[in-house]
């Protein structure tokens, strides 16, 4: 059972690293700052949601785990807030 929690921490580790890498390809290839936006927020968050699952069986207790959870819920909200705002100011500053 520990080699198939270690084999589902592994996998879901580095699927979530390539989702970072390509948060991070979209930022840098992407013509406007909105496709940008859109590459990392979707790309890293989906990263970060499969890092935290990776992590969870090798949490020591279910503290832990709430804590990681947690986490992922605060950088879900903050990424969602901030690039709204980010969205806003570079339409307005498109405007005529």
């Known amino acids: 059972m520990s080699l198939l929690l270690d084999l589902w921490t592994y996998v879901a580790v580095c699927a979530g690293g390539v ?4 948060g991070t390809v979209g930022l840098l290839r992407f013509p406007d700052s909105l496709t940008r936006l859109h590459a990392l927020t979707k ?6 949601g499969l890092v935290v699952l990776g992590l969870l069986p090798q949490a020591g207790s279910v503290l832990v785990g709430i804590k990681l959870i947690l986490i992922w819920g605060l950088v879900l ?6 690039s709204q705002l980010i969205a ?7 405007k005529p």
């Open 88 to 94: 806003r100011t570079v339409r307005e500053a498109d």
């Open 77 to 82: 909200w903050a990424s969602a807030a901030v």
């Open 19 to 22: 989702f970072f890498l390509a």
């Open 43 to 48: 790309a890293d968050n989906l990263g970060l």
